[in-house]
């Protein structure tokens, strides 16, 4: 159903990334003053007076941050999504949007393929260190790029407080209006219901997939009939809406095994469940000697 949001959805920055980034603010001014007035004292100009206006400048810089990162906002309503950032804002409308890239890693795994992105070890031992939630229903790391029709491009991170239902609110209303648009193709990849296509590795027939599987890091596997090696692996941020195509290939009988990593809108998440599980309940063939 299009149209689903009835009142606005507003989410503020979580707070660990903001208070480490004061932490170190106050270390770098420490770490100045330590420096700097001793130097000053002294009308020393050495390496001591020179690091100590390098700590200073970079704590004005992390202040600065800091107040930028508390301004940040993610704004959804009826019409759209806007994200009010350090540098400025930036809206897309529901409609104008014509595909989504989107990646769901565990920070703590290696970098995922194709982001360029370098996770601060310090973000990643706060992430991590908040309460669990079930399987596939935490977005722990990497992003949502929203693309238009027109070029505009806007960007979800994770570092919102809540933003595991900002995500959900943002699927439930884009997925009705992209399953009736996308086509068969979705960047490298095809898939029209009886072939998996890949511009250079060929094609696979139904039969022939043994499994597609979704990695901690972001890397999706598609797996062939017999063989140990992955067929094809690409980047999940590479396949654009990744996950109608994941739901598409479930429906048509593939297995997808999801990393729980991975967030999912509770539809998706349950049609995978569901497959699975009628997967399982099928009868297997066993050999008799």
């Keep these: 159903m299009m149209g689903t949001m009835d009142t606005d959805l507003e989410l503020k920055p979580a707070m660990g ?8 603010t106050l270390l ?20 001591a007076l020179a690091i100590g206006l390098g700590c200073a400048v970079l704590g004005v810089v992390l202040l600065w941050l800091t107040v930028g990162i508390g301004r940040r906002r993610l704004i959804l309503d009826r019409d759209g999504v806007t ?12 409609s104008a949007v014509s595909s989504y890239s989107f990646v769901s890693i565990d920070p703590s795994s290696q ?19 908040v309460r669990k939630k079930p399987q596939n229903r935490k977005f722990k790391g990497g992003r949502l790029v929203l693309h238009g029709r027109g070029g505009e491009k806007v960007t979800v991170m994770a570092w919102f407080r809540d933003i595991d239902q900002g995500l959900e609110r943002i699927f439930a209303e884009l ?15 095809a898939f029209d219901g009886r072939i998996l296509s890949h511009e250079t590795k060929g094609v696979l027939a139904l039969p022939e997939i043994e499994k597609v599987v979704v990695s901690p890091n972001g890397m999706v596997s598609i797996r062939k009939v017999g063989k140990r090696l992955a067929w094809a692996s690409i980047g999940m941020a590479k396949i654009p809406c990744s996950l109608l195509l994941f739901e598409r290939l ?14 999912l809108p509770l539809p998706t998440l ?20």
Excluded: N
């Design 111 to 129: 970098a995922y393929y194709g982001q360029g992105a370098v996770v601060a070890l310090i973000v990643v031992a706060v992430i991590k260190a």
């Design 28 to 47: 770098c001014f420490g770490l100045a003053a330590l420096l700097l007035v001793p130097a000053a004292r002294h009308a020393r100009h050495d390496d």
């Design 17 to 24: 990334g903001r208070v480490a980034i004061a932490f170190l």
């Design 270 to 289: 349950g049609l995978l469940a569901r497959l699975k599980a009628a997967r399982e309940s099928l009868p297997r063939a066993r050999i008799h000697s």
């Design 250 to 263: 479930a429906d048509h009988g593939v297995a997808v095994e999801m990393s729980d990593a991975v967030f």
């Design 175 to 189: 997925h009705p209006r992209l399953a009736a648009t996308t086509g068969a193709g979705f960047g490298k990849l």
């Design 83 to 94: 994200v009010r950032g350090v540098l400025g804002t930036k809206r897309i409308a529901w």
